[in-house]
């Protein structure tokens, strides 16, 4: 069965970068489009970006364009959401997972084998 295990988060002044990771095991990534989501304090789980099966589809929340980049290593067999000109708005846990289809790629009800997060904190 698929794991994913996110890492990279951490404390950043806004104006920075991230490179966040999701690293998977029990399968490999070439079998799954994955997702990257986050969730603010008090807020819902937001898709931000995914990155198809195949590597070569990538699409972008309104939100994300400009500033976040997905990608793939497959050999290392882990997705990277590379976070720049960070904002005090991103601050939130962001999550990995595979879509498992059904519709919308942007929708988190067709993801499964989500990770835990990684907490990113934008601040001064």
């Known amino acids: 069965q698929l794991q994913l295990v996110e890492s990279g988060g951490g404390l950043v002044q806004p104006g920075g970068s991230l490179r966040l990771s999701c690293a998977a095991s029990?399968?490999?990534?070439?079998?799954?489009?994955i997702g990257w989501f986050r969730q603010a304090p008090g807020k819902g789980r937001e898709w931000v970006s995914c990155i198809s099966s195949s590597g070569g589809i990538t699409n972008y929340a309104d939100s994300a364009k400009g500033r976040f980049t997905i990608s793939r290593d497959i050999d290392k067999n882990t997705v990277y959401l590379q976070i720049d000109s960070l904002e005090v708005e991103d601050t939130a846990v962001y999550y990995c997972a595979a879509y498992v289809g059904g519709g919308a790629y942007y929708l988190a009800s067709n993801y499964r084998y989500w990770g835990q997060g990684t907490q990113v904190t934008v601040s001064s």
């Open positions: 029990g399968s490999t990534l070439e079998y799954y489009a």
